[in-house]
């Protein structure tokens, strides 16, 4: 009869964990597809657009060709850094040339940070690098008329970066920034392994500020630079932090996504608003991965206003089932425009009707 007992339990504790990461993973999750309007693709990229960065200007810059398995000997994509100009969305964007020593101007880019020097007005670009070494962050000044990126630092070898997926720069070579994983996404992921971290680079050291997070990826400072979001995949959340003097972090509160899997956050410099590129279903973004031009998957794209505020509101703005822009990372809005990147496919520019 115990045995029995034993038996039933584990058969109902098997199928009770089953059933929960078939719905982290997304599989009974449906997609309905809608857009603010007509939208249209960015000729010139092929091979994803993960990350995304707006000047005021409009000037934006587009990272593209990440390769996961972090092979640049010649297989795969190769990494690229683009400038696009929202003022004349009908251009196709620009790669930018890296000059400098030859050994940076080979790129496997993920996330990327803006930082305006306010004393020069001077912008630069942080650009994190899965190098065949280890993980970097890589240091450009933009030269916006001559279409280059003026390499001036590496930071690598650093024990506390070690499997970074994004960064916000608060300060001259100072930002924080997301190790989405310890070990394995697919080991974490399956056995609820909460090993993912923030860390925060002073320009000299880094340090982890916050641990024992279930796969963070994006990472955003407030307009007013008090907050610090993070993009919680795990969980399915945005994370609020209040930033510290001492540049340590206190969480605040989490707002949920009611099941879907938050990637890459832009912070609206205009209204504070939050505009993330989210991922569905992760059991078809990871079949993706696999065959990224025959397997499609979902995006969506979601604002969230208020993100300070006891009552946030999430607003969805854009949603495809995979035919039209498959694993959408990252959304940003300009004006009355937003443009929508990808991990590995390509780049959408749609008008707003309601910015």
């Known amino acids: 009869m115990l045995k029995q007992a034993v038996i039933v339990l584990l058969s109902a504790a098997i199928v009770y964990w089953i059933i929960g990461l078939a719905v982290k993973l997304g599989v009974f999750r449906p997609v309905f597809n809608h857009s603010p309007g007509k939208c249209f693709h960015l000729e ?28 640049t000997q010649g297989a795969g994509p190769v990494g690229k850094i683009y400038l696009f100009d929202f003022n004349h969305p009908k251009k196709s964007p620009v790669e930018l040339k890296i000059v400098g ?9 993920h996330g990327i940070s803006l930082w305006t020097d306010p004393k020069t007005g001077d912008p630069y670009l942080y650009v994190v690098n899965h190098t065949p070494a280890g993980d970097a962050v890589d240091k450009f000044r933009i030269h916006s008329d001559t279409k280059t990126l003026e390499h001036l630092r590496r930071i690598e070898n650093e024990p506390n ?3 970074i997926n994004d960064l916000v720069v608060v300060g001259e070579d100072q930002f924080y920034y997301s190790n989405d994983k310890y070990f394995s996404v697919y080991t974490e992921v399956a056995f609820n392994l909460h090993w ?3 860390g925060f680079f002073n320009g000299k050291d880094a340090v982890l500020v916050e641990t024992g997070l279930f796969l963070p990826n994006g990472i955003a400072v407030s307009k007013d630079q008090k907050h610090i979001y993070l993009a919680d995949i795990g969980n399915e959340e945005i994370r609020v932090y209040e930033k510290n003097a001492d540049n340590s972090l206190t969480f605040r509160q989490s707002i949920s996504l009611q ?20 991922h569905p279903s992760l059991i078809k973004f990871v079949k993706h991965m696999q065959n990224v031009k025959e397997i499609k998957t979902p995006s969506q794209v979601l604002r969230i206003r208020n993100p300070d505020s006891s009552s946030p509101e999430v607003i969805e703005v854009y949603s495809n089932d995979g035919v039209q822009l498959s694993g959408s990372s990252v959304a940003v809005r300009f004006g009355k425009s937003m443009l929508i990147g990808t991990v590995f496919d390509r ?3 749609c008008p707003l009707s309601c910015a």
């Open 101 to 109: 020593d030859e050994k940076y101007k080979i790129l496997n880019p």
């Open 347 to 349: 780049a959408l520019y």
């Open 259 to 278: 099941g879907t899997l938050p990637d890459n956050i832009d912070v609206d410099q205009e209204t504070g608003d939050l505009w993330i590129g989210a």
């Open 161 to 163: 970066i070690y499997s």
């Open 44 to 71: 010139g990229i092929e091979d994803g657009s993960e990350d995304i960065q707006a000047l005021p200007n409009g000037l934006a810059f587009i990272s593209s060709g990440i390769n996961i398995k972090q092979n």
């Open 196 to 198: 993912g971290s923030v």
